[in-house]
């Protein structure tokens, strides 16, 4: 048996920007695109869902937002019309103007093993998105990191 422990990714990094800053790069598709996806049909707002696409991919999941709390936390349900999962950013602001990101995600169904690997896919995917987040925010550079992820040709995905 897994505990509900065991079935949450989570992934954090420390962002050298104010809170309100690296908030609105997850609020506003004009901002998340340069370090995640590609395409959003809108703004995360209060009871609102968005379609977030990434073309490279030709994938896009729909976001429901169930929760904000402005530069404190966001929490929405994603993922495709079979499955949805939780994801919760919560925004610690630190001194000198420096922001911890924390993100988890769970609500993950199927069998221990399926549960398991939709747990480390989460962990690295949002580690991924993190580390973009970070480069984009703190130094202007777009790393292309979710584009170049799987680039295509490569079809095992490192499976």
């Not at 809170?19 to 609105?24: E, R």
């Not at 997850?26 to 959003?40: A, G, R, Y």
């Not at 988890?104 to 991924?128: H, M, P, W």
């Amino acid at each position: 048996m897994v505990s509900e422990i065991n079935q949450t990714a989570e992934a954090g990094m420390m962002i050298r920007k104010p809170v309100a800053m690296v908030y609105q790069a997850f609020i506003d598709p004009e901002i998340t695109t340069k370090f995640w996806f590609t395409k959003s049909t809108g703004r995360l707002d209060h009871n609102q869902t968005v379609i977030w696409t990434w073309e490279m991919y030709n994938v896009s999941a729909e976001v429901i937002v169930v929760s904000l709390e402005q530069n404190k936390k966001i929490s929405v349900l994603w993922g495709g019309p079979e499955q949805k999962t939780k994801v919760d950013w919560t925004f610690t602001s630190l001194e000198d103007s420096r922001t911890f990101v924390q993100v988890k995600n769970y609500g993950f169904a199927g069998t221990l093993d399926e549960i398991i690997s939709q747990v480390r896919d989460s962990i690295g995917g949002f580690t991924t998105v993190l580390d973009g987040l970070k480069a984009y925010l703190e130094h202007n550079i777009q790393l292309n990191l979710v584009q170049d992820k799987f680039p295509k040709g490569i079809s095992d995905h490192g499976s």
